[in-house]
Nanobody, 121 residues
Framework: QVRLVESGGGSVQTGDSLTLSCSVS?????MGWFRQIPVKEREFVAA????????YYSASVEDRFTISRNNASTTVYLQMNNLQPEETAIYYC?????????????????WGQGIQVTVSS
């Protein structure tokens, strides 16, 4: 089982930037970020391959968010620019330990506890 711990959430204003971090312990194949607001399904935000760091983004964030990892492969980051109020949500990092779909939450095996991001207008 992969242990994941998110940090870096908080409250910002519209148009601000915020960077989330997720410490990773254990073997992973791919890391992803998802977000969820009440009464909606958890949605894919971004993913990165762990051995070969190819990145993937949802259409709504691909020109504003950047997913990356450190060289030691112990932390994954999500840099979020120009945040909007509708992006207020709990953000989760997730680990996939086997091949699968990068944007399907059902293909991720382990999840962090989630961290709140609030964007005020």
């Amino acid at each position: 089982q992969v242990r994941l711990v998110e940090s870096g959430g908080g409250s910002v204003q519209t148009g601000d930037s915020l960077t989330l971090s997720c410490s990773v312990s254990g073997f992973v194949y791919m890391m992803g970020w998802f977000r969820q607001i009440p009464v909606k399904e958890r949605e894919f935000v971004a993913a990165i391959g762990w051995v070969v760091p190819k990145t993937y983004y949802s259409a709504s964030v691909e020109d504003r968010f950047t997913i990356s990892r450190n060289n030691a492969s112990t932390t994954v980051y999500l840099q979020m620019n120009n945040l909007q109020p509708e992006e207020t949500a709990i953000y989760y990092c997730a680990a996939r330990t086997r091949p699968g779909s990068y944007n399907d939450r059902r293909d991720y095996d382990d999840w962090g506890q989630g961290i709140q991001v609030t964007v005020s207008s």
